[in-house]
C-alpha cells in the first residue's frame, strides 16, 4: 500500500480525527482562559487560531464519515455542538 492510500484509509482517517479532536478542544480551553483573564489580544490571536482549526475539524468529520460508518445526523451533531463536538468524536474513535 503506498503513501497516498495510506492517508486515506480509515485507520488515516481515526488517527488525524483524534489528533485534530485534541488540539482543537486544547484551543478552546486556551481561547476560554484568554477570556476569563481578560486578555484581549490572546483573545484575538488564540480566537482565530481556534477558529481555523474548527474549521479544519468540521471538513475532515464530514469529509471522513464514510470511512468511519458516521451516519449524517452524527457528523451534524459533531459540528454544530461546537466545543462539545470533538469530545464526542474522541469517544467514538475510542469505542471503535
Not at 485534530?20 to 482562559?33: A, G, Y
Amino acid at each position: 500500500m503506498g503513501i497516498q492510500q495510506n492517508l486515506f484509509t480509515s485507520d488515516a482517517a481515526t488517527k488525524r480525527l483524534r489528533w485534530l479532536s485534541i488540539v482543537e478542544t486544547i484551543s478552546f480551553v486556551v481561547l476560554v482562559w484568554m477570556m476569563v483573564t481578560a486578555n484581549e489580544q490572546g483573545v484575538s490571536i488564540v480566537g482565530a487560531i481556534h477558529g481555523f482549526l474548527f474549521l479544519v475539524y468540521a471538513i475532515f468529520v464530514i469529509r471522513d464519515r464514510e470511512q468511519l460508518g458516521w451516519g449524517w445526523a452524527f457528523v451534524a451533531v459533531a459540528v454544530l455542538t461546537g466545543p462539545i463536538g470533538p469530545i464526542l468524536v474522541l469517544e467514538n474513535l475510542r469505542r471503535k
